[in-house]
């Protein structure tokens, strides 16, 4: 078991790089980074760790190499593993005032032209990578002009190369591209400041973390990944805090090293999707809890996918015997264009869970039911906004709604990013909203800016209030986040997304509650690992459904045409809707991320490019290729 002490009083820097000094100079012996390796020899683990000092030295040391092959402002792409290699290239790169593109090795499976479409945009001057990696790495960039580094090969010496540069950026210089997951449309590089990283470090702390509390953050999640980065990155080196990191292939081969993590760490927080905390309920044995004490987390964020109050309930039960303390679950929204965080439910508070009418919903009015209700849509609070200003908007009137209906859920605040890279007229649709507000009603404070007390003050408007339609406001600079939502009770509660809504017969269906529904019909049917969607008919828009088998399921031995009729039946009951086509595919056929989620804009287009085969009566079972393509059967 680890203590972790109380930590100094953080100063208030203007980037990462300069709080990385300030912690060599004044805590050089305090440990920074611990990277826990699970290779076959060592099933408990290797520890490798870096002290501050060590950190600020390997920083300045790679920086010095990147300055001799590049200047400032020149992309640097990160092709490197999991560990506390990849967190000095990035801090590197920062320090030598050039631009960070966090990706990830060529041999992520599934995302080798993913990989190439970043490079393609982002023309990085160099690529970062490992000695173990460099000869895959140079034949992956072959062809075009860009110079390859090995991290570890550059000495130490080489930090007193470092030439000098501005001790602290401009809040409109750019730290490093967030390539956005692609999840709903080509993936684009969100230009994120170092004013945006640090504001967004210190919101999140905030909103998980007691004043002058001790810290530890604990994670497994990929630090290419926009909430790896700023919860294992920037926010520890913001803080002062150790961050002990894993690789997220090894949770996924055994999730309890992760909560084994957490147990050593006292004053953990740490952050993961939805799928992983049903997956540790389920997979975790009896014995392997045995070993573990998790009284002394302070945060389990749960964030990056839809927030279901049932996976917190499966894990709060598997665990409360270990001392898992209800109130450390905190249901999180974010997204890669406002840096990740923007919404928390605190720690020492309880999460909220809504019962919504569904028939409401569908119609755009949050209304509560009965918990008990089967047709009732369950929906976990996001809490409240962390140090910015949220409202909701009718995205087609651009007016702010008040609470309890839904809409756009818009965002302004010191941490929301300068934009796309080389693309104006996104940036200009998505950061530079025009929202008209009503005229101030009662005293109160509007439900979505923070309480007193909850986080940093909301960032001033970016531009300037001009009087709207009927007496109200209209003001400038809101990002449009593309997602819906609405408040209760001062909570945020995110419904959807806008683009993936399925509008069949003039009601909305969200495909995310489609997909649970689906789900849970069938045992055969893969938990997480399916899409919902809409698709063009003779008579308008109806609805399919894509999802995998469970791994476990032999494929002749599913009665397909039994499994249609569950399923169809369960989501024609629950939600009024005829799914006009449903297809069963292999484990690994429906396209994710490269963050893990499911694509359901991808998986649209393969299904009406054919790639499923699909029958309109019959699942289309398929045994052969991950892609999904076969015969239906």
């Known amino acids: 078991m680890t203590d972790t002490p109380r930590l100094p009083p953080a100063p208030a820097c203007r980037s990462l790089p300069a709080y990385v000094r300030h912690w060599a100079a004044t805590t050089p012996d305090r440990r ?45 792409a990160l092709l490197c593993p999991q560990g506390t290699r990849y967190v000095t290239a990035f801090l590197a790169a920062l320090a030598a005032r050039m631009v960070a593109v966090p990706l990830y090795p060529p041999g992520l499976p599934g995302h080798g032209d993913r990989l190439r479409a970043v490079l393609a945009d982002a023309c990085p001057a160099v690529v970062v990578t490992t000695s173990e990696l460099l000869g895959e790495v140079r034949e992956f960039c072959a062809g075009g002009a860009v110079r390859v580094v090995a991290a570890d090969l550059v000495p130490d010496a080489a930090a007193g190369d470092l030439p000098p540069l501005p001790e602290t950026p401009d809040d409109t210089d750019v730290a490093y591209l967030q390539y956005t997951s692609g999840s709903t449309r080509t ?26 509390a001790p810290v530890t953050c604990v994670g497994w999640l990929p630090l290419y990944h926009d909430m790896g980065l700023v919860l294992s990155v920037a926010a520890p080196v913001s803080r002062g805090a150790l961050s002990v990191l894993m690789d997220p292939v090894a949770f996924l081969h055994e999730p309890a090293r992760w909560l ?59 665990f409360a015997a270990r001392g898992l303390v209800a109130r450390t679950h905190c249901p ?33 009015k949050a209304l509560p039911a009965r918990p008990d209700d ?17 409202r909701i908007a009718d995205p087609v009137s651009r007016t702010a709604l008040p609470e309890g209906e839904v809409g756009e859920i818009w965002v302004r605040g010191p941490n929301v ?81 806008l683009k993936d809504l399925i509008v069949v017969d003039g009601r909305n269906h969200y495909p995310q509650d489609v997909e649970a529904t689906v789900q849970d ?22 609805a399919a459904v894509v999802a995998e088998h469970a791994r476990t399921a032999d494929p002749a031995g599913i009665d397909v045409p039994a499994l249609v009729r569950t399923v169809r039946a369960a989501v024609s009951a629950r939600h009024g809707l005829r799914l006009a086509d449903v297809v069963l595919v292999p484990p690994g056929a429906v396209p994710r991320t490269s963050s893990g989620k ?36």
Request: aromatic share 6%.
């Open 32 to 76: 920074a980074f611990t990277f826990v390796d699970h290779p076959a020899a060592h099933p408990r683990g290797v520890h490798r760790t870096l002290t501050w000092r060590r950190l600020d030295l390997r920083v300045r040391a790679l920086a010095a190499r990147l300055a001799e092959e590049a200047g400032p402002g020149a992309r640097v």
């Open 187 to 212: 993936p684009a590089g969100v230009e994120i400041t170092h004013a945006n990283v640090v504001a967004n470090a210190r919101q999140a702390l905030t909103a998980y973390v007691a004043e002058g």
């Open 260 to 318: 084994r993590l957490l147990s050593a760490h006292p004053h953990a927080v740490s952050a993961a999707p939805n799928f992983a905390y049903d997956y540790c309920a389920s997979a975790v044995t009896e014995g392997q809890k045995a070993e573990l004490r998790l009284d002394r987390i302070t945060a389990l964020i749960n964030g990056s996918e839809p927030v279901r109050p049932g996976t917190a309930d499966a894990f709060q039960a598997a």
């Open 332 to 364: 999180s929204y974010g997204l890669a264009e406002a840096t990740v965080f923007v919404s928390a439910a605190r720690p020492w508070e309880p999460l909220r869970r809504f019962a919504l009418d569904r028939d409401a919903l569908t119609a755009g």
């Open 374 to 390: 089967p047709t009732a849509v369950l929906l976990a609070g996001c809490g409240a906004p962390a140090g910015q200003q949220v």
């Open 417 to 497: 990013g300068r934009g796309y890279r080389d693309q104006d007229g996104p940036t200009r649709r998505v950061f530079g909203a025009e929202l008209t507000e009503p005229p101030p009603g009662p005293p109160g404070r509007p439900p979505s800016d923070p309480p007193q007390g909850s986080g940093p003050s909301p960032a001033p408007a970016h531009t300037g209030t001009t009087p709207g339609p009927a007496g109200g406001r209209r003001s400038g600079g809101w990002l449009r986040t593309g997602d819906l939502g609405t408040f209760l009770d001062g909570q945020l509660i995110v419904t959807g997304r």
């Open 521 to 542: 019909a069938h045992p055969a049917v893969r938990r997480d690992r399916l899409a919902a969607f809409a698709v063009p008919g003779p008579e308008g828009e109806r």
């Open 598 to 633: 499911v694509s359901r804009t991808l998986a649209r287009e393969r299904y009406l490019a054919g790639a499923y085969a699909p029958g309109t009566e019959t699942v289309a079972v398929t045994t052969g290729t991950a892609t999904g393509t076969g015969a239906a059967g």
